[in-house]
């Protein structure tokens, strides 16, 4: 039996959600929709719909990587006052710096995460005035209700989750055992037409990775039949009303 | 000749004295849904609200079989809604169910007030109830209702017979008061522990009271149509039911193996790719079973939502949930018994 934690300190909660914010997440203020139990200035975005992963404006690991590699170097570069040296192989960029090699090493770990569990290529989202559920193709829906304006929070052996509003972005926190994070923030662009997931991995205080997706809005053909799961025949499907 | 007559006498003088001893009617309420959680907790703690509350009507029906196993008691039977006039009151709340076990709490009161029983009784399914071709399959949580059955006949016998004629003769005129308090007042008096007294009873031919009987005959009618209808969802969602428990319960066995496979696997170094990994793919694993459960739910509910919606809608011509239609029907009832000039 799971345990269940309901912590009663929702500044606690938010101050989680603010420090897992993403530097690289601009905020956007577009498809907002009022909600009937919140604060009556506050607006909130709506994500419902059908999303698409746009490859040409997500990060690829490899040259994420190597940015984040290169910054490191001339970093290090720059406290020991010596030139900057890396070659490259195989697309990833290795250094002979033993300070940098250990960094990137911390940090390929993290990369390699987030980018695992950042494959989807679809998203179906479904929004309410009270909750959200985000079905992400190959892997297990988000899922967050909007109780009283605080974070909900849902915790078990196997790891813990808040999720909530951060002003107009919506954020998934997922607690690992043995101390990893994983932070989804979810933002709409201000046309509605695209959605960004910055998806944050990190151990620790100052060891973390995000991977940034990007998502584009398509109308889903009508489907010819209309299913039913029910227990005892499984799907009942019917011709699809025009 | 002489025989016959002998065997036909004592034959009425059993069914005599089989009646004379008849224990006491009970009522069951529809059980209390136990949906008095937080409920944003509900997801995580497998809570289905729409198959509690068909749970919350389909359980005090199967607690009613096992009653009925004994042919001592008066009816028995299913009310949308308590009856505080009932001779004996069985009221329960769900307190757990997700297929592996059954917790309730189950209370039981008399006409006068007495508590009978006020008990949680749990149960775990055995691996016999969900094997289809099980010679000794019965319907999951049997015992159960089994137990709290023979707790209930135990504290019944306690009672000397005419304990019971008490307690009929209480229900009867605590109906009859909330009837027509004017008439009835002063027979049963509440005394310093709250409980119910007779005072003082009727004459044996008060045609006042006659007329009440009839009254409450009159809404027998309507429970016994209403309770026709619990049969009805009981029979028509049982194997549904059965299922959705079986398959709660597979998923929850097979949940305790992976955790117990879990356990025993050696683990990669802290921090590595491989070890975060592996706590994402167990998160993972977690969220999927408990997505699972709510698709399960999902066709529970798409399967038993007709018969459950006909259950609520068929009720003679009266608007409302059926514990509405009890009440209105009730008050219909005092106000034909007001109009034929009873009170």
Known sequence: ?242 | MMVRLLVICSLLLAMNSQADTRLVDVNIVVFDPGLDVDPSQYRKLGIFPEIRELEARYLPFALRESIMQSDEWGPVRVLPAADPESELLVTGKILHSDGVSLELQIRAVDASGREWLNKTYSERAADADYQPNSIQKERPFAELYQRFAGDLLSAARLLGQSEIRRIQDLALLRYAQSLAPGAFNGYVVLDEFGRFNLARLPAYDDPMLARIELVREREYVFVDTVDGQYATLFQELGPTYDLWREFNREQALYQRLYEDRLAKREKPKKGSYQAMKRAYLNFKWAKVQEQESARLAEGFRNETQPTFLELEGRVVELNGSLEDQYREWRDILRSIYELEGGA
């Open chain 1, 1 to 242: 039996m799971n345990a269940i934690i309901r912590l009663s300190l929702p500044f606690l909660i938010l101050a989680i959600l603010s420090a897992c914010r993403s530097d690289s997440v601009q905020p956007a203020s577009g498809g907002a929709t009022s909600v009937a139990n919140s604060d009556a200035d506050e607006e909130r975005v709506d994500f419902s719909g059908n999303w698409e992963m746009d490859y040409g404006r997500s990060d690829n690991l490899n040259e994420k990587l190597n940015s984040i590699y290169k910054d490191l170097q001339r970093q290090a570069a720059r406290r020991s006052g010596s030139s900057t040296e890396y070659s490259t192989r195989g697309g990833v960029t290795t250094t002979s710096n033993p300070e940098v090699s250990n960094a990137i090493a911390g940090i390929i770990p993290l990369a390699k995460l987030a980018d695992f569990i950042t494959t989807s290529q679809a998203l179906e989202i479904e929004q309410s005035d009270y909750d959200i559920l985000v079905e992400r193709e190959d892997t297990f829906a988000l899922s967050c209700a909007f109780v009283d304006d605080s974070p909900e929070v849902v915790t078990d052996n196997l790891g813990s989750e808040v999720c909530g509003w951060d002003a107009h972005q919506l954020v998934f926190v997922v607690d690992l055992p043995e101390g990893t994070r994983i932070n989804h923030r979810f933002t709409l662009a201000p046309d509605g037409q695209r959605l960004h997931i910055a998806t944050r991995v990190s151990r620790g205080g100052n060891r973390n990775f995000t991977l940034n997706r990007v998502y584009y809005r398509f109308e889903p053909l009508p489907p010819d039949f209309e299913c039913e799961y029910t227990l005892s025949r499984g799907n009942v499907c019917s011709r699809a009303s025009s």
